[in-house]
């Protein structure tokens, strides 16, 4: 079964700073990859996706993410954050060979300090 | 115009009782979700229905039951409920059961067992 894990809980860091949020994942096989926004009292909402092609996936709110099949990593990344980023990130797995099963991170927390 | 939405948005009960929580999608999907997301945030899947069969069915007490009266709807009965069923649950749906062209979640449901 894949297993999805995010190496931060926690991030703290002030409006304008880079941000990255690591996602690995364990399965061998093709995968698709989410990675998923939770903003306070509010329901999960879809970044950014992965299933083919280009590597360097462009999503919503100028979020992008890198796959990188040979470190089975799919990390997160913005160049300058807003106080409005404050919120739950989740990074998913689902594998197409492996009973589709959406599987999620832990999810790291973010704080963006104005 | 609601993609994903469950009611009610609250809930709060007493130990012993039975509830349930009511989810459509009007995306025309074929399969829907039901996720848990407990104290610390961690979600996981509990069940899977496409085109109103059964195809998910992670390990879940049996108090918890879930039915699908069509592709649009899946609702999920409670039965008996404990203090640690105390979480918030959230539908999602699928275009198939591949998941590939990603799920859209609702809004969740707060449950408090009291």
């Known amino acids: 079964a894949q297993s999805v894990s995010q190496h931060n809980h926690h991030v703290i860091l002030s409006e304008a700073a880079s941000l990255e949020l690591g996602c690995n994942y364990s399965?061998?096989?093709?995968?698709?990859l989410f990675w998923y926004v939770q903003y306070p009292g509010q329901h999960l909402q879809l970044l950014l996706k992965y299933f083919s092609g280009d590597p360097l996936v462009k999503g919503i709110k100028g979020f992008e993410a890198e796959f990188i099949k040979s470190k089975f990593s799919f990390n997160l990344r913005k160049p300058s954050v807003q106080w409005s980023d404050t919120a739950e990130y989740f990074c998913?797995?689902?594998?197409?060979?492996?009973?589709?099963?959406?599987?999620f991170g832990g999810g790291t927390r973010v704080l963006v300090k104005p | 115009d609601t993609a994903v939405s469950q009611t009610p948005k609250y809930l709060v009960t007493q130990m012993g009782n039975d509830k349930s929580i009511k989810c459509e999608q009007n995306l025309g999907h074929d399969t829907m979700y039901w996720y848990k997301q407990d104290s610390k945030k961690f979600l996981k899947i509990m069940f899977s229905y496409n085109n109103k069969e059964l195809i998910i069915n992670e390990t879940v007490p049996n108090r918890f039951s879930p039915k699908s009266p069509d592709k649009a709807h899946l609702n999920l009965h409670i039965n008996s409920l404990e203090l640690g069923d105390s979480a918030v649950y959230f539908c999602?749906?699928?275009?198939?059961?591949?998941?590939?062209?990603?799920?859209?979640f609702g809004s969740g449901t707060r449950l408090t067992v009291v």
């Open positions: 998913a797995v689902n594998a197409p060979a492996a009973g589709n099963k959406l599987t």
């Open positions: 999602a749906s699928s275009q198939d059961q591949t998941g590939g062209r990603g799920y859209t």
């Open positions: 399965y061998g096989g093709t995968v698709n």
